[in-house]
């Protein structure tokens, strides 16, 4: 199997985020964005620039 750079899912970038989202604004994206490979990009960039990134 090639070996492929994992590339983040919504579910990633939620976790990374989660602390600054309630459970139903959780739902909410990941149905409205349905957590799909053509919207994952976008949903990406809505949730970055939704909330300022958490310091590391």
């Known amino acids: 199997m090639p ?4 590339k983040p899912d919504a579910d990633d970038i ?9 459970d139903d604004t959780l739902e ?3 149905r409205y964005y349905n957590v799909a ?5 976008k949903f990406i960039k809505y949730v970055k620039n939704s ?3 958490p310091v590391d």
Do not use: G
């Not at 070996?3 to 994992?6: N, Q, R």
């Not at 939620?14 to 309630?22: A, G, I, N, P, V």
């Open 51 to 53: 909330r300022s990134p």
């Open 14 to 22: 939620l976790r990374k985020y989660y602390e600054q989202y309630d």
């Open 3 to 6: 070996s492929k750079k994992h």
């Open 28 to 30: 909410s994206l990941k």
């Open 37 to 41: 490979d053509s919207d994952r990009d």
